[in-house]
């Protein structure tokens, strides 16, 4: 298992069959780790590779199926959170990165990865223009980072291939960056599309509608997560990979004490988190 | 020719950063001001075309859908501009990677002398502002004097044309390096020049060192290397050496130890040996798991058979005190270097915090440097951004508020690595340097910063003078350089690795020579921030971000290349040598060389006279209260105590789940919102295994005997790791003191004798208690003279020295993390049992605070029923027959009731007389006693009798039921309700105090 074992050794991915999570490593990256284990349990061979190694041709884009922008603080978020990151890879394997996905191949931004993702212009690209800038994720509007477990609401009508079947969830968030901003045009255009993949809602499931913590950046339109028209490309901010056991959600010990009353074992099967990654690790194997 | 670039979010989009500094203003200071709008301000000294500036402009700097920027001052509406940027030589991080970015962009290198230079300007709207309110927000909030410069702009001051003007903060130090030779021809002369430098000798050192450099066989040796009477840069090295930082002076010292109120005196020799040591070692003998202890930079624990876990804790106290932020992030960066240290290095997998700071809302005469608002705001955001942006998680912490730490705040971290049990087949916590290996650093370059501390704090400064002293610590590049050498580590490329902190290069090279009996370091190798530093400066800088780490010849070139690969720079300045000397060359000349077995020479031991005063000596005395006629309200007011209430706000700024490893987090319950006991992580995702960690502090204490200060303090830290269901046999402790001054001195430290005795006491107990709980000390550090000298209303100066403090750290690990339980209440009917005995100790307690009394009666540890209790209670947790467990800490079983019933959002009914007590027999000493040992458990009711059967012969009862109502519902020893308050209401005023802030 690639566990949170600190041995950095980067698997051969050439066995075929198997699918090919190719997960970004270095300059403040820091969620690695657990999100190369989360993809090994949705069913995925995962490697860790530095942006540099791709950079410098010791590992290739086209050699793997889905590329994983994960979270963490790359080159320090000091100029906008992903925004240094986005121009190393679109000035160095731009080209590369639009071949992936023109092969029908998955790209998933998570937290930092998706504010990357953005400033790349990857997403929301509207019309298969993957270059230009339209929506951006700015500073919470409650002044501060913020660490807490929130109520998502997937969307039945997205093309997302992340989500298939995602109707209420729980996962955590952990920024201070995540105010998803955009004009009224872009929004009404990201909702016409089913782009609007993830929103934040009330523990009850009804919208957050804006309020605090329930939307904890103060989001427009609740907007947690969006994906690109083809549903191949998608971005949240919730960290799906820190949800990889159930011992992770924050009401477990309540959980199982119930469960054990009812008489019930405690063992529920895959975490809201690992379906997510699960339903992109599958999309893969049918088109294999 | 520089240009400067202005950036700023469009008018419509809200500025959070604006509108928080728009609050604090306010509320800091009662100021009108109505909005702050922020621009960031990017200072190119650099030759680019127009062309370029435009591409950088637009596609790395701006971002077209919130911001707005110009290479000319942008037009917003203000009363006042203030421009804020660093000093000279501060470490300016987003400058350095606004320096990668552009380089990306551009496929351009920018020249040596080229830079890239960040500040920022604040635009402020309130008619009523004055030059001086304006002024003020900039001194005391926006900037500090030590690492920042600022400039007020009215009105009538403003140039659209020239904005703030272009400012370029380049170190300019027109100045050749020149090692100084000393003079020794007296005690005198050298402690002279000692004084002048700021190299704090100690003068019991003095004439041992003169004596060194005076040896015939020395000067014959020193001959042939060109060099007589000691350069500045050996005695810089002697001076880092010998401090007390370094060596531990204090805990090694001589104390002669009277009791006064016998008469009778004994001699203390040495209380890390007899106290630390000699305990620890006795119990690595019985306990297998206790890998490596006392001698690395972390202690290390076993895990399971393929990891083992690393942990140590440390403070950063005087530099926190003059500035919190960069004090505070430089102190938790710093600390995430000691595991990266420790065997062949390990990888941070958690960190912990404990801040003792001044009442946040004090409003007395005195004046510290910093407003313990202002302090402590300073000391979180540096915290936060030093764990979040390493990518390590933040579980757990605790704050403490007393007036004795406005002279001096306390930042205590603590950090917890991982490591595989074998590197390559070899023993990863063993290493060692060997003749012929390389001595390289890695990570950041070398500056000015931290040179002597506090005394480079007051320097003046000039335009181009670097900021000495105070540094900005830099997890950005200390995360690349730890990702680097974890793979390096992986292919067992490393021989050595140590951190550069305290003393630099001089103690990371100096210690990890011993190994290999000596070394060669060419100076003129290390790689600097900017040119002109004296050789003794490059020797001892603490510059922050660096390791140093031995390679093998042969190693090199692999080691290099993954260097480049993670972009973290490594230097060879020097190898290690079997020569038995200390050798230090610059451009060839021979500036040092010492011999390797002079540091290990006998010094004079530091002596202490310590006189103990029993409490009772001192006229404390037990106050005359009743029982209170509304108790209800009482315990309202009790849960709305700053060192009871909320501070949510501090918890969720702290990234606790990175990594995915959260088990047990920081805030639990229904609700997710009152705090945890410890915290629990499963650091080996794909084991059940977890590791279980908690701290405690009971500095009030100390009021009374430090003795059961301590004790009381381990048990705190112990019994927070079983309640979540740590293992009672597989904990390990960390010590980390902090004291005030206990040099007994007629004028300057009276009370100098009595803080000696506190030390000694407080040791006592550190040996009986983990003895008796076989709790080894795995790793621990002191810091002493938590003294400041504040100024007052009449411009005196007072000194004020913090209580005497111990914060003890606990990790256990847990074989099973889905076995653990949390302290919430989980379902009416269940019943609620105490498990230890309730005792008149009321003395230094929460209650007695309250009351503006100290008492006598603390509460006193008796570690061997409390461990058999222990054990009970884990066999009770691993059987799965626990619904929720909570110690009674702080506060009593009053509060710790109420925090188990607002876990649950459930209410209780309780009867005081069934509580297991001895000689307590009124209500308010069973709700408020603090005596320690004691715990709050629920249990469902179908396992009352195999629970109870846990308990033989062990106080335990059950006191009551959760119950279905709302309420928490209390009956006293007379049978009658004496509280009956809804949960709601309780959380309410528990939440009250800091329930506003975020």
């Known amino acids: 298992m690639c566990s949170a074992n600190p041995k950095s050794e980067i698997r051969n991915p050439k066995s075929q069959g198997d699918v090919h999570v190719l997960v970004l490593t270095g300059y403040g990256l820091n969620c690695d780790f657990e999100t190369a284990y989360a993809f090994e349990l949705a069913g995925a061979v995962s490697s860790r590779v530095h942006i540099n190694s791709l950079i410098s041709g010791e590992h290739y884009l086209k050699d793997y199926d889905i590329l994983v922008f994960d979270g963490g603080f790359s080159w320090g978020d000091d100029h906008g959170a992903g925004v240094i990151e986005a121009v190393r890879f679109g000035s160095s394997l731009g080209g590369a990165l639009l071949e992936f996905i023109d092969e029908g191949k998955l790209v998933l931004g998570i937290c930092n990865g998706f504010q990357a993702l953005v400033n790349l212009g990857l997403l929301p690209g509207f019309d298969g223009d993957y270059k230009r800038r339209e929506v951006a994720l700015t500073f919470n509007d409650c002044g501060n980072f913020r660490d807490d477990w929130v109520t998502l609401q997937g969307n039945p009508d997205t093309p997302c291939v992340f989500t298939k079947g995602a109707t209420k969830i729980e996962l955590p968030i952990r920024h201070g960056e995540g105010k998803f901003h955009a004009s009224p045009e872009v929004i009404t255009r990201l909702v016409d599309n089913g782009q609007v993949v993830l929103q934040y809602a009330l523990p009850d499931g009804g919208a957050a509608q804006g309020e605090f913590p329930y939307n904890p950046n103060g989001s427009v339109h609740d907007i947690a997560g969006i994906c690109d028209s083809t549903g191949r490309v998608f971005g949240l901010m919730p960290h799906p990979e820190a949800f990889n056991h159930w011992t992770n959600h924050p009401d477990w010990t309540r959980m199982k004490e119930a469960m054990k009353r009812r008489g019930q074992t405690t063992h529920p099967g895959l975490t809201a988190g690992v379906q997510i990654l699960k339903n992109g690790v599958d999309y893969i194997k049918n088109k294999h | 020719m520089p240009s400067r670039l202005e950036i700023t979010l469009k008018p419509d989009l809200f500025d959070a950063e604006g509108a928080a500094i728009c609050r604090k203003a306010n509320d800091y200071f009662g100021l009108g001001v109505e909005s702050v709008r922020t621009v960031s301000i990017l200072t190119f000294d650099s030759e680019l075309t127009a062309d370029r500036l435009e591409a950088i402009r637009t596609e790395i700097f701006t971002n077209p859908v919130t911001q707005v920027s110009s290479y000319e001052p942008l037009v917003i509406d203000f009363d006042w501009v203030l421009w804020v940027g660093y000093r000279p030589g501060v470490r300016d991080n987003p400058g350095s990677t606004a320096e990668e970015a552009v380089q990306d962009l551009l496929g351009i290198r920018l020249k040596p002398d080229e830079a890239i230079y960040t500040s920022k300007r604040y635009c402020l709207k309130g008619g009523n502002l004055s030059f001086d309110d304006a002024d003020r927000i900039a001194r005391e909030l926006l900037a500090n004097d030590i690492i920042q410069e600022w400039r007020v702009f009215s009105k009538d001051d403003w140039d659209t044309k020239t904005g703030v003007g272009v400012i370029i903060p380049k170190v300019r130090l027109d100045h050749k390096p020149t090692v100084t030779v000393i003079p020794i021809d007296s005690d005198k002369t050298l402690m002279s020049v000692s004084k002048e430098r700021g190299l704090a000798l100690n003068p019991n050192d003095v004439p041992t060192i003169r004596a060194y450099f005076l040896r015939e066989d020395v000067l014959a040796q020193r001959r042939t290397l060109g060099i007589s009477d000691p350069t500045d840069v050996e005695l810089e090295y002697i001076s880092q050496a010998r401090s007390d930082h370094c060596n531990h002076n204090t805990f090694k010292g001589l104390f002669h130890y009277t009791d006064l109120s016998t008469q009778e005196t004994q001699v203390v020799d040495n209380l890390f040996e007899t106290c630390i040591e000699a305990p620890t070692l006795a119990i690595q003998k019985q306990k297998p798991w206790v890998i490596s202890v006392l001698w690395d930079n972390a202690g290390i624990g076993r895990f399971n058979d393929d990891y083992y876990y690393v942990i140590t804790g440390e403070t950063h106290n005087s530099p926190s005190n003059m500035e919190a932020y960069g004090g505070a992030i430089t102190g938790i960066v710093g600390v995430y270097r000691d595991p990266m240290g420790t065997g062949r290095g390990s990888k941070l997998v958690m960190g912990m915090y404990g801040y003792c700071v001044g009442p946040r809302d004090y409003q007395g005469e005195l004046r510290p440097h910093l407003h313990p608002k202002r302090l402590l705001d300073g000391v979180i955001e540096g915290v936060r951004d030093g764990g979040n942006k390493s990518g390590i998680p933040t579980p757990y912490g605790q704050v403490w508020f007393h007036e004795g730490y406005l002279g001096k705040c306390l930042v205590f971290v603590t950090a917890i690595g991982l490591i595989p049990s074998q590197i390559k087949g070899e023993p990863a916590e063993e290493k060692r340097t ?425 509460p006193e540890l008796r570690p061997g029923p409390s461990m058999k209790l222990y054990g009970a209670l884990s066999r009770a947790i691993e059987e799965e027959l626990v619904a929720s467990c909570h110690g009674i800490y702080r506060g009593g079983l009053g509060v710790h009731l109420a925090l188990v019933a607002m876990g649950g959002g459930l209410g209780m009914d309780i009867d005081l007389s069934m509580v297991p007590r001895s000689d307590a027999e009124h209500d308010r000493i069973i709700l408020y006693s603090e005596s320690p040992g004691r715990f709050i458990v629920t249990v469902a009711p179908e396992h009352r009798s195999s629970f109870e059967s846990c308990f033989d012969a062990l106080p335990h009862a059950c006191v009551g039921t959760v119950s279905s109502g709302p309420d928490l519902v209390i009956n006293g020893l007379k049978g009658k309700h004496i509280i009956d308050i809804p949960v709601s209401e309780l959380k309410g005023a528990w939440k009250r105090p800091f329930g506003g802030l975020i």
Request: some cysteine.
């Open chain 2, 434 to 858: 060997s003749p012929g290996d390389l001595i390289v650093m890695c990570g950041g370059r070398v500056g000015k910063d931290g040179i002597h501390g506090v005394t480079a704090a007051s320097e003046s400064f000039s335009p181009h003078t670097p900021a000495g002293h105070v540094q900005i610590g830099d997890p950005y590049t200390q995360k690349k350089m730890h990702d680097f050498l974890l793979e390096a580590r992986d292919q067992g490329l490393i021989a050595f690795i140590t951190d550069n902190g305290g003393g630099g290069l001089s103690s990371s090279v100096g210690e990890s020579a011993r190994f290999s009996n000596g070394c060669v370091v060419e100076l003129e190798k290390v790689p600097l921030k900017y040119e002109g530093l004296d050789q003794w400066e490059i020797w001892v800088s603490e510059s922050q971000e660096r390791m140093t780490v031995a390679i093998k010849p042969e190693d090199w070139a692999h080691f290099e290349a993954l260097s480049k690969k993670h972009a973290v720079e490594s230097t060879v300045i020097g190898r290690y040598t079997d020569s038995g000397r200390l050798n230090i060359t610059y451009d060839g000349e021979t500036c040092a060389s010492v011999d390797m077995d002079f540091m290990a020479s006998q010094f004079p031991q530091w002596t202490f006279e310590a006189e103990w005063t029993p409490p009772e000596m001192r006229e404390l005395l037990e106050p005359v209260l009743t029982d209170p006629d509304d108790a209800s309200r009482l315990l309202l007011d009790i849960l709305a105590r700053p060192n009871i209430c909320s501070k949510e706000w501090i918890i969720r700024q702290y990234d606790h789940e990175v990594q995915g490893t959260s088990v047990i987090k920081p805030l639990v319950g229904k609700g997710r919102d009152v705090n945890s006991d410890a915290a629990v992580i499963r650091p080996v995702l794909d084991s059940v295994k977890g590791l279980a960690t908690s701290q405690a502090l009971l500095p009030t204490y100390s009021q009374i005997d430090t003795y059961h200060m301590s004790a009381c303090t381990i048990d705190e830290a112990v019994r927070r790791v079983i309640a979540v269901g740590g293992d009672p046999e597989r904990i390990g402790g960390v010590d980390n003191f902090c004291w005030p001054n206990i040099q007994y001195d007629p004028i300057d430290n009276p009370d100098g004798k009595y803080k000696a005795a506190q030390l000694v006491r407080a040791n006592w107990a550190l040996r009986d208690v983990c003895t008796a709980y076989g709790v080894p000390l795995l790793s621990g550090k002191d810091s002493m003279y938590v003294d400041g000298y504040l100024k007052g209303r009449h411009g005196e100066t007072q000194k004020v020295s913090a209580l005497p403090t111990l914060q003890f750290s606990c990790s256990s690990v847990i074989s099973d993390v889905t076995r653990c339980v949390t302290m919430d209440c989980k379902f009416a009917g269940d019943l609620v049992y105490v498990l230890g005995e309730t005792r008149n100790e009321l003395g230094a307690s929460e209650y007695y605070e309250h009351f503006g009394h100290v008492g006598l009666n603390v």
